[in-house]
Nanobody, 121 residues
């Protein structure tokens, strides 16, 4: 079992920044992925980082603007979001997987409750 709690969402203007946190407890040695879901759309992959933290995966839509990092001592993964755009508006979820298919939502057995991000123009 893994419990996940996201925080850090909020409302910002375009061009602003937010840092999301995903605090985990339970099993370890997983990949943490961030996904987002906008109203009426499917959940989409944003970023992922393995337990080792030696690599990161970012979707093309956020490359150059978002970074993902983790603090294993705190069991927390961060998503730093800069240069936010209105199209980044969504509920952001973190999940954990032990699969190599880090962009596939079906490979994530555990999810947090989500945190809402709203970017106004």
């Amino acid at each position: 079992q893994v419990q996940l709690v996201e925080s850090g969402g909020g409302s910002v203007q375009a061009g602003g920044s937010l840092r999301l946190s995903c605090a985990a407890s339970g099993r370890t040695s997983y990949v943490v992925g961030w996904f987002r879901q906008a109203p009426g759309k499917e959940r989409e992959f944003v970023a992922a980082i393995p337990w080792t933290g030696d690599s990161t995966y970012l979707s093309d839509s956020v490359k150059g603007r978002f970074t993902i990092s983790r603090d294993n001592a705190e069991n927390t993964v961060y998503l730093q979001m800069n240069s936010l755009k209105p199209e980044d508006t969504a509920v952001y979820y973190c999940g954990v997987t032990w699969s190599a298919l880090v962009t596939d939502t079906s490979r994530y057995p555990y999810w947090g409750q989500g945190t809402r991000v709203t970017v106004s123009s």
